[in-house]
């Protein structure tokens, strides 16, 4: 977000573009990367000068296209309670959010066994994410290697997880476990 924030230009290209393809079909904006209250009013702000001048111009859109934030960062997990008043959702970007939270880049190989994208430090940063956005009342989801865990599936059910974005080939296998869930 700090890229588009200081290049506003850019920015302004990309929201016009996927507020004229919400015409078309279901598309949402999530603003990436994000660490602080000001920035998500800052992107809500450009994003509404986007609509002012489709409005004056005559241009289709959703009005009603949503709005939310990738929880990756530390900082984002703290103030989860305030984000969660400037989104109408959440969705936890896990890769980063590990590499970020245990301070490990997770592709370097000399690392590899420092990180553990299962670590109790960001299970829990996830559980906050999850209680902060229930308490506003706005969705999220699971979105990284971690939402086609199996593993982690019964974790993720238990704290109200409402979304996982996963690969195709997990779809399936997911479904199913989850069904197996519901029914015990």
């Known amino acids: 977000i700090r890229f588009c924030l200081n290049r506003p230009d850019v920015f302004r290209t990309q929201l016009r573009a996927i507020c004229r393809a919400s015409?078309?079909?279901?598309?949402?904006?999530?603003?990436?990367?994000v660490t602080?209250?000001?920035?998500?009013r800052e992107c809500r702000r450009l994003l509404q000068?986007?609509?002012?001048?489709?409005?004056?111009?005559?241009?289709?859109?959703?009005?009603?296209?949503?709005?939310?934030?990738?929880?990756?960062?530390?900082?984002?997990?703290?103030?989860?309670?305030?984000l969660a008043e400037e989104a109408d959702f959440f969705s936890i970007g896990t890769n980063d959010l590990a590499q970020y939270i245990l301070a490990c880049d997770r592709q370097t190989g000399e690392m590899e066994r420092f990180f553990d994208p299962k670590h109790p430090a960001v299970l829990k940063a996830i559980r906050m994410t999850a209680e902060a956005s229930?308490?506003?009342?706005?969705?999220?989801g699971i979105c990284g290697e971690l939402g086609a865990d199996p593993e982690l599936l019964a974790y993720f059910l238990e704290i109200g997880i409402d979304e996982l974005s996963v690969i195709p080939s997990a779809v399936l296998p997911l479904r199913a476990m989850i069904r197996q869930e519901q029914l015990r």
């Open 23 to 33: 015409a078309y079909g279901k598309a949402a904006v999530m603003f990436p990367m």
């Open 36 to 40: 602080s209250v000001w920035e998500v």
């Open 49 to 82: 000068e986007v609509r002012t001048e489709l409005d004056s111009q005559g241009i289709p859109y959703d009005t009603e296209m949503e709005t939310g934030i990738m929880i990756e960062t530390p900082s984002a997990v703290l103030m989860a309670e305030e």
């Open 134 to 140: 229930h308490r506003a009342g706005i969705k999220v």
